[in-house]
């Protein structure tokens, strides 16, 4: 498997293990799924799946989906880390950016400690 992948209450969760992965993962993911990313810092690119649901998942899931987050990035070590959310539609990946870089036009931040989670796969 390409991912690492998590299971939260009804959602799956999907971390991607390299910038080439991070980017295959974005182009997988639906525009309504929700991607997350520790804010300045090298690390996984996440996506919470929204099954093409215009939904948001509760916030009980966005902060451990930003726990998971946190922790697959280079800032594990912190006692809390920033982590930005937000629907992929608005993660695109511009001409010419390294492997796993992208531009967001749209984020919310949450501050959250980062936990390792149980792998499922």
Not at 13 to 31: C, F, M, Y
Not at 48 to 59: E, L
Not at 82 to 90: E, L, M, S
């Amino acid at each position: 498997m390409p991912f690492r992948t998590f299971i939260l209450g009804n959602y799956e969760i999907r971390v991607g293990k390299s910038a080439t992965l991070n980017d295959e993962l974005l182009k997988l993911s639906h525009k309504e799924d929700i991607w997350l990313h520790a804010r300045g810092v090298p690390g996984s690119h996440v996506i919470i799946q929204m099954n093409r649901s215009n939904d948001f998942p509760p916030t009980n899931i966005i902060e451990k989906a930003a726990e998971i987050t946190a922790f697959y990035s280079k800032a594990k070590g912190s006692s809390l880390v920033p982590v930005i959310f937000t629907k992929r539609k608005y993660v695109r990946k511009g001409k010419g950016l390294p492997p796993g870089a992208v531009f967001v036009d749209k984020e919310d931040v949450i501050l959250v400690k980062p936990t390792e989670p149980i792998e499922l796969n």
